[in-house]
């Protein structure tokens, strides 16, 4: 684990990247979320969702109550769906 927690594979390979945010997913973020699906050919349970975006592109949407995460299969989003896991995980624990 690094200092700020994330395990160590992970931090190597978010530090190449630019803005990652992690957020609840907008009405506005929709579409993105549809063509996620699209792209990944598997839908998203109509739950609360939440969504990365690197750079302000939406990579990656999962449920926020835990789940497998739908991404953009022709970028390599391995390392933000995990962030994704981890945030979810970190939301559960909260509550």
Do not use: H, K, N, Y
């Not at 063509?35 to 609360?48: G, H, T």
């Amino acid at each position: 684990m690094t200092s700020r927690g994330l395990p160590a594979t992970v931090a190597s390979a978010v530090g190449g990247r630019g803005t990652i945010s992690i957020r609840r997913a907008l009405p506005a973020d929709a579409a993105a979320i549809e063509r996620l699906e699209a792209l990944a050919e598997r839908r998203l349970p109509d739950v609360a969702l939440l969504v990365v975006e690197v750079d302000g592109e939406l990579v990656a949407a999962a449920p926020a109550c835990g789940g497998q995460p739908v991404s953009d299969p022709f970028r390599v989003t391995i390392d933000v769906a995990e962030l994704l896991r981890l945030r979810s995980s970190q939301l559960r624990a909260a509550v």
